[in-house]
């Protein structure tokens, strides 16, 4: 008896703290994936965002973190550019007192000619940094457009972390030990180059879907995309804080991705809602405005 209360104990006592003290960067979702049936596939011609989560399941806060990741591809495909971007509190975090440095790494060019490697160095100064149980988007890493010719179609992009400069990949807290959080890639991908495939069912959507906005935070313009499953009427609205209508685009769409550019020089800043309807489909997501 005494012995299974040990064994008990123990179990609860490690699954607790697996949960209670969770380090996790992994991607959350990969805007434009949602065009076609193939979901290891990404487009020639297209460009992709992949949404980093940080999950800060632990008790401390964390004031500062170099994440590098690596987009390459190991058998020579080729997209115009790699970004990379902060969002959410994160973002918040940097503008209230913080620094990012982002920059490739030695000997490559962000240029999507070869390896493209991105680091982000964050250090947050005046305020509590990212908090215990702090857990959304932090960053973006943007490629694209990956290169429209018919050569590209079957060749791999993936993207990973990495360890430049050395022993980067780290959370930091004042005072504390450095946190190395998990990682669940790598990610890779195989280009579809549609006059290539010969499978058309494979570059049809068979869903409706919303996108989050991108870039997020922004000032003045960001772009929305969304996906019709068949030829559809759609209404795009934007709604302030107070739910007042500000923009509305409608029109007949036909299958397929769609974007939409929002100008919102003429508004002012804050938190606004876009909503979509086509059809049954409804989906609403928010989006900040910072001047």
């Not at 503008?95 to 964050?122: E, H, K, R, W």
């Not at 940094?129 to 290169?147: C, D, K, M, R, Y």
């Not at 430049?164 to 790598?186: H, L, R, T, Y």
């Not at 870039?215 to 804080?241: D, H, W």
């Amino acid at each position: 008896m005494k012995a299974k209360f040990i064994t008990l104990f123990l179990a609860i006592f490690l699954l607790s703290f697996g949960t209670s003290f969770a380090q996790e960067v992994s991607v959350d979702n990969i805007d434009g994936l949602m065009w076609h049936n193939q979901p290891d596939s990404i487009i020639a011609g297209s460009t992709y965002t992949f949404n980093i989560r940080f999950n800060n399941n632990t008790s401390v806060n964390i004031s500062g973190f170099t994440i590098p990741f690596h987009v390459y591809s190991p058998d020579g495909a080729t997209w115009t550019t790699t970004t990379a971007d902060t969002t959410g509190l994160l973002s918040k975090s940097l503008m209230d007192g913080g620094l990012l440095i982002t920059y490739p790494d030695d000997g490559s060019q962000v240029n999507g000619s070869g390896a493209d490697t991105l680091t982000f160095g964050g250090f947050v100064f005046f305020n509590p940094g990212l908090p215990p149980g702090f857990n959304e988007v932090s960053l973006t890493i943007q490629i694209g457009p990956i290169t429209d010719d018919a050569l590209m179609h079957g060749k791999t992009i993936c993207l990973d972390s990495v360890t430049f400069p050395q022993n980067a990949w780290k959370w930091v807290e004042k005072g504390q030990p450095d946190i190395i959080p998990s990682w669940d890639g790598p990610h890779c991908y195989t280009v579809v180059h549609e006059l290539t495939d010969t499978d058309d069912d494979n570059l049809v959507p068979h869903t409706f879907g919303l996108e989050q906005n991108y870039p997020n935070p922004f000032n003045p313009t960001t772009r929305i995309n969304f996906s019709l499953a068949t030829r559809s009427e759609a209404t795009l609205t934007i709604y302030n804080i107070t739910g007042q209508k500000v923009k509305e685009y409608s029109s007949t769409y036909e299958a397929g991705p769609t974007t939409i550019e929002w100008d919102a020089s003429n508004v002012s800043s804050g938190v606004y809602f876009y909503k979509l309807v086509a059809g049954d489909f409804t989906d609403t997501k928010k989006m900040m405005l910072l001047k």
